[in-house]
T-cell receptor, first 113, second 116 residues
Framework: KAGVTQTPRYLIKTRGQQVTLSCSPI?????VSWYQQTPGQGLQFLFE???????NKGNFPGRFSGRQFSNSRSEMNVSTLELGDSALYLC????????????FGPGTRLTVT | AQTVTQSQPEMSVQEAETVTLSCTYD???????LFWYKQPPSRQMILVIR??????QNATENRFSVNFQKAAKSFSLKISDSQLGDAAMYFC?????????????FGQGTTLQVKP
């Protein structure tokens, strides 16, 4: 099976802009979780989608949002970008309703200037 | 709230030797999962090993094994016969059994250097 894919791999944006990141889970996986990784804060959970519904949400401002499509592909959007949003954004997919084991994609490196 | 702590920011080991990475966690839940993930410089996070809290037997995957001490809330990873390819950042992660589905709580990570 193909692994989790994320596009784009690298992105440079300017403060105030918005960005959309995409994640395609492993075939058959219905759960997608998103994480932000920064040197200062480490890995932090953003949200999780299962069967097109947001099932869990981390402590991020409303500028961070996401959605999941019927084919389980997921997108996350960040509006009004801030310098502090520069990070590696990782998505992970799971094949069980309980999201037991998560398999990660390579990440999208977002740089905000 | 659950927390995960990795107290060793960096570790080094000689090739073919054994190294142990430490992890402690705090939770009020009785059932949960614990994981070790490896993140090589290429950034792809890889699941190394998992442990279900209700299982008393320590998990083992080839050269990787854990020492799970539930009462002490400790979950260390032992890498035997270390190889150059083991060099990476290692993250300990926690997931509640019934709550916070899909949410992993990570430690700050330990960078492992393997010396030839």
């Amino acid at each position: 099976k193909a692994g989790v894919t994320q596009t784009p791999r690298y992105l440079i944006k300017t403060r105030g802009q918005q960005v959309t990141l995409s994640c395609s889970p492993i075939s058959g996986h219905r759960s997608v979780s998103w994480y932000q990784q920064t040197p200062g804060q480490g890995l932090q959970f953003l949200f999780e989608y299962f069967s097109e519904t947001q099932r869990n949400k981390g402590n991020f401002p409303g500028r961070f949002s996401g959605r999941q499509f019927s084919n389980s592909r997921s997108e996350m959007n960040v509006s009004t970008l801030e310098l502090g949003d520069s990070a590696l954004y990782l998505c992970a997919s799971s094949d069980s309703a309980s999201s037991y084991e998560q398999y990660f994609g390579p990440g999208t490196r977002l740089t905000v200037t | 709230a659950q927390t995960v702590t990795q107290s060793q920011p960096e570790m080094s080991v000689q090739e073919a030797e054994t190294v142990t990475l430490s992890c402690t966690y705090d939770t009020s839940e009785s059932d949960y999962y614990l994981f070790w993930y490896k993140q090589p410089p290429s950034r792809q996070m890889i699941l190394v090993i998992r442990q279900e809290a209700y299982k008393q037997q320590n998990a083992t995957e080839n050269r990787f094994s854990v020492n799970f001490q539930k009462a002490a809330k400790s979950f260390s990873l032992k890498i035997s016969d270390s190889q150059l390819g083991d060099a990476a950042m290692y993250f300990c992660a926690y997931r509640g059994f019934t709550s916070n589905t899909g949410k992993l709580i990570f430690g700050q990570g330990t960078t492992l250097q393997v010396k030839p």
